[in-house]
């Protein structure tokens, strides 16, 4: 792993392989060398399980191969678990292949349909389809969409999302939380925003900061805004004054996910993020074209809109306007897919 999200996804694979009594060690490729220790942190996963790369930044993990392939020699392991569509999970799945060891990969067959968007993860986690021995599927869906590219019935495991267990063991009590969620109405409505997707760099960033910007002059809404290590500052000049607007760094995963429970309305290009708020049942607006994850925008409070910043708007003020939220959606799992992913990895 090397990201926040792989982190995030994979803590609850750990803790569960652990549980089952399983060796289990992480290699972290320094991709995301400033999110991914807190967000292990968060799962109280200790330093000592963790080896980590001497690389940072986005070109580690493709640098790290030699060293990830010396890692498993060492270790000899029974095999390689990777998530997602990073580049570090490929170069993980490539050292596990080059290495002679089966390649696992959780949250496999998601599919935009489009392969340059997401870009580079649609294509990625295609390819980590090729390399893989067993497949570990969010939701129908996703196995479908592995069945439709030849791989056989019985190497596609429907598991569910981890993203599910991650947040059953962050906010245990979530839904008697959510029915007691303080009222928003003494400070407004809160908006909760993230915007870091490769494809909206540039022209879509400014157009989604500009559209948040605008909505925040409404007197009654509040935005809050952890932006992303990599948003330069020509795209933060989109938010103009800044009004109604908190610009805070990365939030540690527990309060995010907090945050994103009580929120009014979330506004994101964010794969993960896309899944929380339809799982926490949080409205949401998805900054984006296309979506490998339709399941998350099922229902009538989540919508597609792609980067026009009038359709953001508009879908904002209908959303906050109406007050409704939707019920927490079950799409993704009941929390036990880690469980379920251990057990079939140590049978
Ligand atoms: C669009 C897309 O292809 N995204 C991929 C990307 O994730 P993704 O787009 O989800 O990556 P993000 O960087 O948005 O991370 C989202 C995660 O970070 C958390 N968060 C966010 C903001 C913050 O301040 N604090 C915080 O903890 C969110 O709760 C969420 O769980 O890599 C994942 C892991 O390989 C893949 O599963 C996704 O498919």
Do not use: Y
């Given at each position: 792993m090397g990201t926040r999200p792989e982190a995030i996804k994979l803590a609850p694979v750990y803790l569960a392989l652990r549980a089952r009594g399983a060796g289990a060690r992480i290699y972290d490729t320094g991709q995301h060398p400033d999110l991914l220790p807190s967000a292990l942190a968060a799962f109280a996963i200790?330093?000592?399980?963790v080896q980590r790369s001497p690389q940072r930044g986005v070109s580690a993990p493709l640098k790290m191969l030699p060293d990830m392939q010396r890692m498993l020699r060492a270790h000899a392991p029974g095999g390689v678990i990777v998530q997602g569509d990073t580049a570090s999970a490929f170069a993980g799945a490539l050292a596990g292949v080059l290495s002679g060891l089966p390649v696992h990969h959780v949250?496999?067959?998601?599919?935009?349909?489009?392969?340059l968007s997401p870009f580079p993860e649609e294509f990625i986690r295609a390819g980590i389809g090729r390399l893989s021995a067993q497949h570990f599927a969010p939701t129908p869906l996703a196995g479908r969409n592995l069945a439709a590219e030849g791989i056989a019935a019985d190497r596609i495991h429907i598991a569910g999302n981890t993203i599910v267990d991650a947040l059953r063991l962050i906010l245990p009590g979530r839904n008697q939380r959510k029915r007691t969620r303080p009222s928003q109405s003494a400070g407004g409505k809160l908006v909760v925003l993230t915007v870091h997707r490769r494809e909206s760099e540039g022209a879509g960033t400014r157009a989604i900061l500009g559209a948040a910007a605008e909505l925040a002059r409404r007197r009654d809404v509040h935005v809050i805004y952890p932006a992303h290590p990599r948003t330069t500052t020509d795209e933060l000049a989109a938010l103009g004054s800044g009004h109604g607007i908190e610009v805070v760094p990365p939030i540690p995963y527990a309060d995010f996910v907090q945050l994103l429970a009580r929120a009014d309305l979330a506004i994101t290009d964010s794969g993960g993020v896309q899944e929380e708020a339809a799982i926490l049942g949080t409205p949401l607006i998805c900054c984006r074209n296309v979506t490998e994850r339709p399941e998350a925008l099922a229902g009538t409070h989540a919508r597609l809109v792609g980067t026009d910043p009038e359709a953001i708007l508009a879908a904002a003020e209908q959303f906050l306007d109406d007050g409704q939220r939707p019920a927490f959606s079950a799409a993704f799992g009941d929390g036990h897919a880690a469980d379920r992913i251990a057990a079939i990895l140590t049978a």
């Open positions: 200790p330093d000592t399980a949250e496999a067959g998601l599919r935009s349909g489009d392969w």
